[in-house]
């Protein structure tokens, strides 16, 4: 009942920001490669993804993406602006710091 009012409560902040609220289907998103969509069973005791494929990474990040990538598929929205997976080869983003006192911006050595 708590996880239905919490939903309730999101949708109806979503709505007075502009914003919507999908629902997805969860059955599966931390079985599968959200890289690859090959299917990796796992214990819930197993806290690491481990893809023969693509590699290995936190199994709480693999459901999130997998949950993201079945949302925007079912708006219809592309998965990858990069010509790859975003996930595996995501775009290069520069940095940049404001000092304080100056208006002029920086880039950030990395």
Same mark, same amino acid.
């Given at each position: 009942?708590?996880?239905?009012?919490?939903?309730?409560?999101?949708?109806?902040?979503?709505?007075?920001?502009?914003?919507?609220?999908?629902?997805?289907?969860?059955?599966?998103?931390?079985?599968?490669?959200?890289?690859?969509?090959?299917?990796?069973?796992?214990?819930?005791?197993?806290?690491?993804?481990?893809?023969?494929?693509?590699?290995?990474?936190?199994?709480?990040?693999?459901?999130?993406?997998?949950? @993201? =990538?079945?949302? #925007? &598929?079912? !708006?219809? +929205?592309?998965? $990858?602006?990069?010509?790859?997976?975003?996930?595996?080869?995501? @775009? =290069?983003?520069? #940095? &940049?710091? !404001?000092? +304080?006192?100056? $208006?002029?911006?920086?880039?950030?050595?990395?």
């Amino acid at each position: 009942a708590a996880w239905g009012q919490f939903l309730d409560i999101l949708t109806a902040v979503a709505v007075k920001r502009g914003k919507q609220v999908l629902r997805v289907d969860p059955p599966g998103t931390s079985q599968n490669c959200c890289v690859c969509e090959e299917r990796v069973p796992k214990t819930l005791s197993e806290r690491v993804h481990d893809c023969p494929r693509c590699g290995s990474w936190d199994r709480d990040l693999n459901a999130a993406i997998e949950i @993201l =990538k079945r949302g #925007l &598929r079912a !708006v219809g +929205l592309p998965l $990858s602006g990069c010509g790859g997976s975003w996930f595996t080869s995501p @775009l =290069k983003q520069q #940095l &940049r710091e !404001v000092i +304080l006192g100056n $208006s002029r911006l920086q880039p950030v050595r990395a």
